[in-house]
């Protein structure tokens, strides 16, 4: 079979090039080894934000094309991604008031800022921004990014390049490929399958930690730009604060943490800046980053946090461009594209570094980068296009939630909400003629019912209780161990089934 485009890398980027190519007219096939957003992309901080400390590091144009992504994607997933305020609470020793101001009238009009409100100071005595921290706090500035859920992002972004004619093969890795006159000759390899040949016309390595070893291993084609492998990990403790406001926090090394509110109970806390020298691959938290953030949060809150206090944590290695900068934290997050396409050759373009804020413009440069060889291909049309479930009427994701409920009476009032934001519009496509909670089916648990586990195994490519209880949802941490015994049974009988081994094959 042949392809207009094979796309390595199921990862945000990835599955926004996919779904950039599929509008554009062109045949795509994405293939990613394990499932989608299973490494970078599910370990973010879960922002869509401009960056204000690059600031720092004069990225002055990586900060404005971020800063008008955000909007842009505001727009275009308003259920998944919704506004967020942050409380910067003054630390004298860390960097002067007026260079925070600057910063923050910089952020606030570099990017065209339109729906999210200004920046502003505070005055944390009395205010519940203040109530939960420590006295010698008495001032702070307050301004405003968004929130993403971002495995979430990757799988809309996969599921609206599949309805636009794109390929998708989870659990399939590239064993190898080589060039064969103006194509590429592949061969992938399925988890469950015997391997097979496709070919394409050209290659978008956009494998994450992996794109060197794709580059050099897989496509055997020596050269390109270093990737600097940087682990973040966060852990998420019990609720610190009240409130739906969330706070960066500035520390003695110049560093900053974010504290976030997390799935109503939590608040999530990250990220740290480490060197990773190992191959790509799974990554844990050490218990010198537990200790580091735990630290950042008793700098600022009354309520003191220990490593006991950890309820749940992650950490993912993060493919940067290498810049040489000797500071983890100094190295930038803009993208590099690189194009290797010899005299008459099949094209492969490489991705690296990048920030999950800029993914849809980094698919969009990408997409230019081949226009050469794709002359047919559409024009650019991704900006203001929403992605599945997105049409949400005014952005509002709680009068969404409302009308779900007064579709389906018997819903509580937090299962709607999440619905809304996991969902948005497609929620009704479980849901439908639903008029009791029996009718969803099995029970797991936190609102979880077989009906959605089966739209998530048809539509979504989950397989494994992981992919639904910690990417499709965050679930995981409301559910005792009894429950995700039962949803690995019940996808065990999903799994030999006649339906779901069609849908493998």
Not at 447 to 470: C, F, P, Q, S
């Amino acid at each position: 079979m042949e392809f207009d485009l094979l796309v390595v890398g199921g990862g945000v980027n990835g599955a926004g090039v996919a779904r950039d190519a599929a509008g554009r007219g062109l045949s795509v096939l994405l293939v990613e080894q394990n499932d989608l957003a299973s490494a970078t992309s599910s370990a973010s901080t879960k922002l869509v934000h401009g960056g204000l400390r690059y600031l720092e590091y004069y990225e002055f144009r990586l900060v404005r094309e971020a800063l008008e992504e955000r909007e842009t994607l505001l727009a275009m997933a308003p259920h998944i991604i919704w506004p967020l305020r942050f409380v910067l609470p003054h630390a004298h020793a860390t960097r002067p008031a007026w260079l925070v101001r600057l910063g923050l009238f910089l952020y606030d009009h570099l990017g065209g800022r339109r729906r999210l409100p200004g920046s502003r100071g505070l005055d944390l005595k009395g205010a519940l921004e203040g109530a939960s921290l420590r006295p010698d706090y008495r001032k702070a500035f307050v301004y405003s990014d968004c929130w993403v859920d971002d495995a979430r992002l990757v799988t809309l972004n996969a599921l609206d390049a599949r309805a636009r004619g794109a390929q998708i093969e989870t659990r399939t890795k590239l064993v190898s490929a080589r060039r064969s006159g103006a194509s590429w000759e592949a061969l992938l390899e399925p988890e469950n399958g015997p391997a097979r040949k496709v070919r394409a016309r050209a290659i978008v390595n956009a494998a994450g930690p992996w794109v060197s070893e794709v580059l050099g291993g897989a496509l055997k084609v020596a050269g390109g730009s270093g990737t600097r492998l940087i682990k973040g990990s966060h852990i998420v403790v019990p609720r610190l604060f009240e409130g739906d406001h969330a706070y960066m926090l500035q520390n003695p090394d110049r560093r900053i943490v974010f504290a976030i509110p997390y799935e109503d109970r939590f608040t999530l806390v990250g990220t740290t800046d480490v060197a990773w020298d190992a191959a790509p691959g799974p990554a844990r938290i050490s218990d010198a980053e537990v200790d580091y953030l735990c630290e950042s949060l008793n700098r600022y809150f009354t309520r003191p946090t220990t490593p006991d206090d950890v309820v749940w944590s992650y950490a993912g290695v993060r493919p940067l461009f290498d810049d040489q900068a000797d500071d983890a934290s100094a190295v930038t997050r803009d993208y590099v594209l690189e194009v290797d396409a010899p005299e008459g050759a099949a094209p492969v373009l490489s991705v690296f570094g990048g920030k999950i804020t800029t993914y849809r413009r980094l698919a969009d440069h990408a997409l230019d980068r081949l226009a050469t060889f794709f002359p047919h291909a559409g024009p650019s049309w991704t900006r203001g296009a929403v992605l599945p479930g997105g049409d949400v009427p005014n952005l509002d994701q709680r009068a969404l939630a409302q009308a779900l409920r007064a579709e389906f009476p018997f819903l509580a009032d937090d299962l709607a909400l999440r619905l809304a934001r996991s969902y948005g519009t497609r929620a009704r496509r479980f849901m439908a003629g639903a008029t009791s909670p029996k009718d969803l089916g099995e029970a797991f648990g936190a609102g979880l019912y077989a009906a959605e586990v089966d739209y998530l195994v048809a539509e979504e490519w989950a397989r494994t209780a992981e992919d639904i209880l910690y990417r499709r949802s965050k679930l995981g941490l409301h559910l005792p161990r009894e429950a995700v015994a039962r949803l690995e049974a019940y996808l065990a009988g999903k799994a030999d089934a006649p339906a779901m081994k069609a849908l493998e094959a």
